[in-house]
């Protein structure tokens, strides 16, 4: 159950020393949050959906804007925060403001 919540669903693969990120949340969701853990390292994730005019889908880590649809995962023992935004289907996004927090824990 595990594994198919965190690909599936939350759409996390870590591969090697990157995380790939791919969310297929349900549209009743506007954001999520899941810290996950890299070896010594704790990554803090937010999934943001936007409308599509709203926003382009990118990937934020600890502020700056990251290319791609993955994180690099580096061990250097401290917390990092990514923010991914994602633009949701024309009349997906939820009319009220709909959350969830997920904490599973990815030990490599």
Request: glycine share 4%; hydrophobic share 35%.
């Amino acid at each position: 159950m595990y594994s198919f919540i965190t690909r599936a669903l939350l759409g996390l693969r870590i591969e090697v020393n990157k995380l790939h990120i791919n969310p297929r949340i349900p549209s009743t969701w506007s954001s999520f949050k899941v810290h996950s853990r890299y070896r010594e390292t704790v990554y803090h994730i937010t999934i943001l959906r936007f409308p599509e005019q709203e926003t382009q889908s990118s990937i934020v880590f600890d502020g700056v804007v990251q290319a791609g649809t993955y994180l690099f995962l580096i061990d250097d023992r401290k917390d990092h925060h990514e923010e991914l935004r994602i633009q949701g289907q024309s009349g997906e996004c939820p009319t009220e403001n709909a959350a969830a927090e997920i904490v599973p824990v990815i030990v490599q």
